[in-house]
Structure formats: C-alpha cells, structure tokens
C-alpha cells in the first residue's frame, strides 16, 4: 500500500543530498518562494521518520537516474515514469517498492509546486509486474530445504 502522505528528505543527514528542493515556483514569473527551515521542520515532523526515509532514498535514486540521463527530475514526464518504472524492475526491486519509489516522485512534485505527472502508463505497468511469476530466491538460498530434510 502506498502512503498518500507527504514525503520529504531527512536534511540532517548529510549522506542525503538537498533533493527535491522545497521550492515553489510562481507561474509566468522568474521567482522561487523557498521553504524556510522553521517551514520544513514543521512538515517533516508531520511525516513518519520511515516514509521521510524511504522517500529520501528513493528521491535520491530517481535523482541519479535522471542525472545520468541529463534530465531534470522535474517536472517528470508519464514516459519518464514508465522508463523509471522499467529501470527499477530490471533492478528486481519488488512491484511495492516500485509503488513507494513512484508515490516519492509525485511527493516531490508536490513539494515544488509542479503538475503531477500522468502516471496511468506508469501504474499499469506496475500491474503487469504484478502478474509475473515471483521472484525467485538468490542461487545461495535455493535448495536449502527439502521435503527429506528433518523437522527439529
């Protein structure tokens, strides 16, 4: 299940970097209304230290895959959300992580006062990474047990 609760990085670690910035742009206008830290500290506190975790983790993912694609994190495109969606399953990451990692971007859009991104492609590819087979365990794993092997 994925929070519907805002998601902001935990700045007071200093392995996190500053991303998403909490910035909200005027329309038509040059101007950044910047989030001041009594502002932020204030929203994050509202947030579960676990959510604030995660998300920065996954913000801070999605933050180098855009980076390595020379795009900017956003405003996100819906195919950007389904290529990032590929990306991750490729990675095997499992479709509910998919799901926090896709609620973390929309967060961020969120915090900056961009349009949230179409995400129905996105989202139905999530489904159909629903419908595979389960992943299997790691070839360590494997076999460890069998139906011979005693009960203690």
């Known amino acids: 299940m994925v929070s519907r ?4 990085p935990d700045r007071s670690d200093p392995s996190i970097e500053a991303w998403p910035p909490i910035v909200s742009a005027s329309h038509g206008a040059a101007a950044f209304e910047v989030l001041e830290p009594a502002g932020a500290e204030l929203v994050a506190e509202g947030v579960a230290a676990e959510t604030r975790r995660g998300y920065a983790g996954d913000l801070g ?14 405003p996100a495109s819906a195919e950007r959300l389904v290529n990032y969606v590929a990306h991750l399953a490729a990675e095997n990451k499992a479709p509910s992580s998919i799901e926090r990692a896709l609620a973390a971007v929309l967060s ?45």
């Open 5 to 8: 609760r805002m998601g902001i």
């Open 61 to 74: 993912r999605y933050g180098a895959w855009c980076s390595q694609r020379g795009l900017a994190p956003i």
């Open 108 to 152: 961020a859009h969120r915090l900056a006062g961009a349009a949230r991104p179409d995400t129905k492609a996105a989202r139905t590819a999530i489904k159909a990474l629903r419908r595979r087979p389960p992943r299997r365990a790691s070839p360590s794993c494997a076999g460890w047990w069998t139906a011979s092997t005693p009960r203690r």
